[in-house]
């Protein structure tokens, strides 16, 4: 069964940074593209970012290519968000998604709880 736990959200700063994580298990991870998207109270769930299974290609969304990078360990099976420069607008729930690489929810079929991130200024 395949599953997936985000870990390393919370309360940060405007400016500030953190590192989200997703551990996956269940699925051989390497063989398939890891995602974060992220959802705010009354809005669509939307796409952050992307890589590729090997971790050679990434894909971010025009607003987080400067401020987030995508990472993964396949030896530890686990992806990671890393985010800069934090933004109140950064502040929602955190879902981590395993499938095809793509921008939309449509490629992913499995996903994590997600991990709550609140920005205050």
């Known amino acids: 069964q395949v599953q997936l736990v985000e870990s390393g959200g919370g309360l940060v700063q405007a400016g500030g940074s953190l590192r989200l994580s997703c551990v996956a298990s269940g699925r051989t991870f390497s063989r398939y593209a890891m995602a974060w998207f992220r959802q705010a109270p009354g809005k669509e769930r939307e796409f952050v970012s992307a890589?590729?299974?090997?971790?050679?290609?990434?894909y971010y969304s025009d607003w987080a290519k400067d401020r987030f990078t995508i990472s993964r360990d396949n030896a530890k099976n686990t992806v990671y968000l890393q985010m800069n420069s934090l933004k109140p607008e950064d502040t929602a729930v955190y879902y981590c998604a395993s499938g095809t690489a793509g921008r939309t929810y449509e490629y992913y079929d499995y996903w994590g709880q997600g991990t709550q991130v609140t920005v205050s200024s």
């Open positions: 890589i590729s299974g090997s971790g050679i290609s990434t």
